[in-house]
Nanobody
Framework: QLQASGGGLVQAGGSLRLSCAAS????????MGWFRQAPGKEREAVAG????????YSADSVKGRFTVSRDNAENTANLQMNRLKPEDTAVYYC???????????????????WGKGTLVTVSS
């Protein structure tokens, strides 16, 4: 089970840190992905990190602003979001997969576990 938290309302230019807490799985065996879905839009991959943390992925739209990390000792993955823009407004989801490249490719069907989303709203 995955539980995402940390969403909220923030002004443009602000920051938020999302966390994803994992339980009931061997966390260190999974790559972790962050996805988002804005109203009326398709779900998209935002960022991902492999099982060890030495490979990461960021979508072009968030590169340089969002940073993904993980703590295998704490069974958590995090998404630090800086310089937020109104277009970042979406429901954010974390997901676990044994295939890191599935996150990069946006292959949602290859995610093994999904957390419930957390809403991020960025006001202009």
């Amino acid at each position: 089970q995955l539980q995402a938290s940390g969403g909220g309302l923030v002004q443009a230019g602000g920051s938020l840190r999302l966390s994803c807490a994992a339980s009931g799985l061997t966390f260190s065996r999974y790559a972790m992905g962050w996805f988002r879905q804005a109203p009326g839009k398709e779900r998209e991959a935002v960022a991902g990190i492999n099982w060890s943390g030495n490979s990461t992925y960021s979508a072009d739209s968030v590169k340089g602003r969002f940073t993904v990390s993980r703590d295998n000792a704490e069974n958590t993955a995090n998404l630090q979001m800086n310089r937020l823009k109104p277009e970042d407004t979406a429901v954010y989801y974390c997901a676990a997969t044994k295939n890191f490249w599935a996150i990069v490719a946006g292959h949602f069907q290859d995610m093994d576990n999904w957390g419930k989303g957390t809403l991020v709203t960025v006001s202009s």
